[in-house]
């Protein structure tokens, strides 16, 4: 129907158009319709880098990221995350001969001897800022064992992260044929770190006093080595939050930074760079920040979350809760010229372990062939303790039913009615009067007759009124309805699923948010205890 009144109308359209002189020249469609671009217009000297959002993981832009090269002291990045992960910060390091003398001569150090103790604490602020080799051995040995073991947890751990250009054999990043990652393993590592608010707050901080040792009896005050986070450097950068610098004779310069400006995070990372390390940085942060814009999913899409009061779902009324709702925390990556419906999603039902608890859906969204972001699809939270049991929902409906049913064939109160019945039987008898010699009868019609006749005309003019509206209000009702029921038919088909799918779907979900429910209520009972005489009985 619409597509013939279209028809119908762009004749006239398009010859008002030519009379007004109005007509627009003609354009490629493609053009006017098409998605921007992705910008690309960056270059840096280093042979390897990257930027990513770290919020959604999209590449912003790559160049080599997934050859593999030596990281230097950027390592310790992942080593600093996975001795959080697994240490209790005030636990004590008590550092061997080998933690101390197994590094290159001439080697960042914190001046911490054999036989030293430092808290877990300590030696995580002498690794990142000082870029202490002996502290980065001594958090390995503490954590796992020794050096061999914690390289394995190092490599279980970014190939959970899901690194395929990396291998590590050591905590520190010294040289070694087999100590290599790429910029895109780095920036998933470097992602994760990001993530945890323990490691941030340590590789953010300006300086740290580490205590008192064999060679520093008085202690000794460490800075961070990345120039970009100090205001007193010409590299000092706006919005630059952590990161880790790193240099051998075999690796170059390497840099990984952290920043943040207008609500969007970005993980720069340099390899086997040529004392451009700080440029290529600057060069990679401003065309991130000024190309690229990152948006909050939840306050765009709602193509897949479902209507208040949408009827029933696998057999329940939803009452006043929305059942689904997408992630609020997650974000996808646009040009700064896109906008969000440039973006295609597709969604899965088949979950990863990480996902939250309460997901039921993975939504992936693409942009131009590249991943831009992804979210879950959430069950409401609070549905699982506030849903009633369909037969107490439906006895609650019933007892409404019958309650307006009974007003409504009750339209006076008791008084009244009794009232009304005397007035009736005096009606019924008449009194004789003589007149003109005969006999006739005359009717005796109280006033409170026409009282109670004016009260309950009154009260079914106004019962009458109230079921109009009550017809209105259910006519309107059931319009509303059908327009939820062939929305919520159209959301279906966009997911690519069939009402029968998703009502069974929704209705294991509603099951076990039943048990949760049970189980909770039953959890609150205060226990039954034995009185005294009860005991005495037995």
Same mark, same amino acid.
């Given at each position: 129907?619409?597509?013939? /009144?279209?028809?119908?109308?762009?004749?006239?359209? +398009?010859?008002? &158009?030519?009379?007004?002189?109005?007509?627009?020249?003609?354009?490629?469609?493609?053009?006017?319709?098409?998605?921007? &671009?992705?910008?690309?217009?960056?270059?840096?000297?280093?042979?390897?880098?990257?930027?990513?959002?770290?919020?959604?993981?999209?590449? /912003?832009?790559?160049?080599?990221?997934? !050859?593999?090269?030596?990281?230097?002291?950027?390592?310790?990045?992942?080593? &600093?995350?996975?001795?959080?992960?697994?240490?209790?910060?005030?636990?004590?390091? @008590?550092?061997?001969?080998?933690?101390?003398?197994?590094?290159?001569?001439?080697?960042?150090?914190?001046?911490? *001897?054999?036989?030293?103790?430092? @808290?877990?604490?300590?030696?995580?602020?002498?690794?990142?800022?000082?870029?202490?080799?002996?502290?980065?051995?001594?958090?390995?040995?503490?954590?796992?064992?020794?050096?061999?073991?914690?390289?394995?947890?190092?490599?279980?751990?970014?190939?959970?992260?899901?690194? @395929?250009?990396?291998?590590?054999?050591?905590?520190?990043?010294?040289? *070694? $044929?087999?100590?290599?990652?790429?910029?895109?393993?780095?920036?998933?590592?470097?992602?994760?770190?990001?993530?945890?608010?323990?490691?941030?707050?340590?590789?953010?901080?300006?300086?740290?006093? /580490?205590?008192?040792?064999?060679?520093? $009896?008085?202690?000794?005050?460490?800075?961070?080595?990345?120039?970009?986070?100090?205001?007193?450097?010409?590299?000092?950068?706006?919005?630059?939050?952590?990161?880790?610098?790193?240099?051998?004779?075999?690796?170059?310069?390497?840099?990984?930074?952290? %920043?943040? =400006?207008?609500?969007?995070?970005? /993980?720069?990372?340099?390899?086997?760079?040529?004392?451009?390390?700080?440029?290529?940085?600057?060069?990679?942060?401003?065309?991130?920040?000024?190309?690229?814009?990152?948006?909050?999913?939840?306050?765009?899409?709602?193509?897949?979350?479902?209507?208040?009061?949408?009827?029933?779902?696998?057999?329940?009324?939803?009452?006043?809760?929305?059942?689904?709702?997408?992630?609020?925390?997650?974000?996808?990556?646009?040009?700064?010229?896109?906008?969000?419906?440039?973006?295609?999603?597709?969604?899965?039902?088949?979950?990863?372990?990480?996902? $939250?608890?309460?997901?039921?859906?993975?939504?992936?969204?693409?942009?131009?062939?590249?991943?831009?972001?992804?979210?879950?699809?959430?069950?409401?939270?609070?549905?699982?303790?506030?849903?009633?049991?369909? %037969?107490?929902?439906? @006895?609650?409906?019933? !007892?409404?039913?019958?309650?307006?049913?009974?007003?409504?064939?009750?339209?006076?109160?008791?008084?009244?009615?009794?009232?009304?019945?005397?007035?009736?039987?005096?009606?019924?008898?008449?009194?004789?009067?003589?007149?003109?010699?005969?006999?006739?009868?005359?009717?005796?019609? $109280?006033?409170?007759?026409?009282?109670?006749?004016?009260? +309950?005309?009154?009260?079914?003019?106004?019962?009458?009124?109230?079921?109009?509206?009550?017809?209105?209000?259910?006519?309107?009702? !059931?319009? !509303?309805?059908?327009?939820?029921?062939?929305?919520?038919?159209?959301?279906? =088909?966009?997911?690519?699923?069939?009402?029968?799918?998703? *009502?069974?779907?929704?209705?294991?979900?509603?099951?076990? %948010?039943?048990?949760?429910?049970?189980?909770?209520?039953?959890?609150?009972?205060?226990?039954?205890?034995?009185?005294?005489?009860?005991?005495?009985?037995?």
């Amino acid at each position: 129907m619409k597509l013939l /009144i279209k028809k119908k109308l762009l004749p006239l359209v +398009i010859g008002l &158009a030519l009379l007004t002189g109005f007509c627009p020249p003609v354009t490629n469609p493609m053009q006017t319709w098409a998605a921007p &671009a992705w910008p690309s217009d960056v270059s840096i000297s280093a042979e390897g880098g990257i930027v990513m959002d770290a919020d959604t993981g999209a590449v /912003i832009y790559g160049k080599n990221m997934h !050859e593999s090269y030596f990281p230097a002291s950027i390592t310790k990045i992942l080593t &600093a995350l996975i001795v959080i992960e697994n240490c209790d910060l005030d636990e004590i390091v @008590t550092y061997s001969h080998n933690a101390v003398y197994n590094v290159e001569p001439g080697s960042s150090s914190a001046g911490i *001897d054999e036989g030293d103790q430092l @808290t877990v604490r300590d030696s995580l602020y002498a690794m990142m800022l000082k870029s202490a080799n002996e502290a980065a051995n001594g958090l390995a040995e503490h954590t796992a064992g020794s050096i061999e073991a914690f390289a394995d947890m190092m490599n279980e751990k970014a190939a959970s992260l899901g690194c @395929t250009d990396s291998h590590f054999v050591n905590p520190s990043g010294l040289n *070694d $044929p087999e100590h290599y990652t790429s910029a895109y393993d780095m920036a998933l590592i470097t992602q994760a770190a990001f993530r945890n608010e323990t490691f941030v707050e340590i590789d953010s901080t300006l300086y740290y006093d /580490i205590p008192p040792t064999k060679k520093n $009896p008085e202690g000794i005050r460490v800075y961070p080595g990345h120039k970009m986070l100090k205001k007193n450097t010409s590299q000092y950068y706006s919005g630059v939050i952590c990161g880790k610098t790193g240099y051998t004779s075999l690796a170059g310069n390497t840099l990984v930074t952290c %920043a943040g =400006q207008n609500g969007m995070n970005l /993980i720069a990372v340099v390899l086997n760079g040529h004392q451009t390390h700080y440029t290529d940085t600057k060069a990679l942060l401003d065309f991130g920040f000024s190309r690229f814009r990152s948006l909050r999913i939840a306050d765009y899409d709602t193509t897949y979350t479902s209507v208040k009061n949408d009827m029933t779902i696998a057999g329940l009324p939803t009452t006043n809760l929305s059942v689904l709702q997408v992630q609020g925390d997650c974000k996808i990556t646009l040009p700064a010229g896109a906008e969000f419906t440039d973006a295609v999603s597709s969604i899965t039902y088949d979950l990863p372990a990480s996902a $939250p608890e309460m997901a039921v859906a993975r939504i992936s969204y693409d942009y131009n062939g590249r991943t831009v972001g992804s979210t879950y699809l959430m069950r409401n939270e609070h549905y699982a303790e506030e849903a009633e049991p369909l %037969a107490e929902v439906a @006895t609650t409906e019933a !007892e409404t039913d019958a309650s307006i049913t009974e007003s409504a064939s009750m339209p006076g109160d008791a008084p009244a009615q009794e009232a009304a019945s005397g007035a009736l039987s005096r009606m019924a008898d008449p009194e004789p009067v003589e007149k003109d010699g005969k006999t006739r009868f005359q009717l005796h019609i $109280p006033p409170v007759f026409w009282i109670i006749t004016g009260v +309950i005309l009154a009260a079914g003019a106004v019962i009458g009124l109230l079921i109009l509206l009550k017809m209105h209000i259910e006519k309107k009702e !059931e319009a !509303e309805r059908v327009i939820r029921y062939q929305r919520r038919q159209e959301r279906l =088909q966009d997911i690519g699923m069939s009402t029968a799918e998703f *009502d069974l779907l929704m209705q294991e979900k509603r099951s076990s %948010a039943s048990s949760i429910y049970s189980a909770r209520k039953a959890a609150k009972k205060p226990k039954k205890h034995k009185s005294f005489l009860d005991k005495k009985r037995k």
